[in-house]
């Protein structure tokens, strides 16, 4: 059973910075996809970054050069170093997680997610 917990989200001002992680358990496999989602109110999901066991990433890009996606396999945590916030990135940012790396895409058909955590950027 996988089970991912996010955490650190909070109010901050533009130009600000935020961490979240992404606490992981039950990924037994070897080439497993982990990425991070956002959603808006009043707008669809989109894909934010995502990492490959491998540490091959990706990023969208309303994230390039702003955003970093990074885990600790040892501590199963999954991390995103977001510097330079604006309003715009205000969501709700949840984790997933696939145990197939071919599933690693901007795209929201991963097979895990978590609760999400709130994300919110004041002008």
């Known amino acids: 059973q996988v089970q991912l917990v996010e955490s650190g989200g909070g109010s901050v001002q533009s130009g600000g910075s935020l961490s979240l992680s992404c606490t992981y358990s039950?990924?037994?496999?070897?080439?497993?996809?982990l990425g991070w989602f956002r959603q808006a109110p009043g707008k669809e999901r989109e894909g934010v970054a995502w990492l490959r066991a491998d540490d091959l990433r990706r990023y969208a890009d309303s994230a390039k050069g702003r955003f970093t996606i990074s885990k600790d396999t040892a501590k199963n945590t999954l991390y995103l170093q977001m510097n330079d916030l604006k309003p715009e990135d205000t969501a709700m940012y949840y984790c997933?997680?696939?145990?197939?790396?071919?599933?690693?895409?901007?795209?929201?058909?991963?097979?895990?997610w978590g609760q999400g955590t709130q994300v919110t950027v004041s002008s």
């Open positions: 039950g990924i037994s496999y070897s080439r497993y996809c």
């Open positions: 997933a997680a696939d145990l197939f790396w071919v599933a690693c895409s901007m795209g929201d058909d991963y097979d895990y």
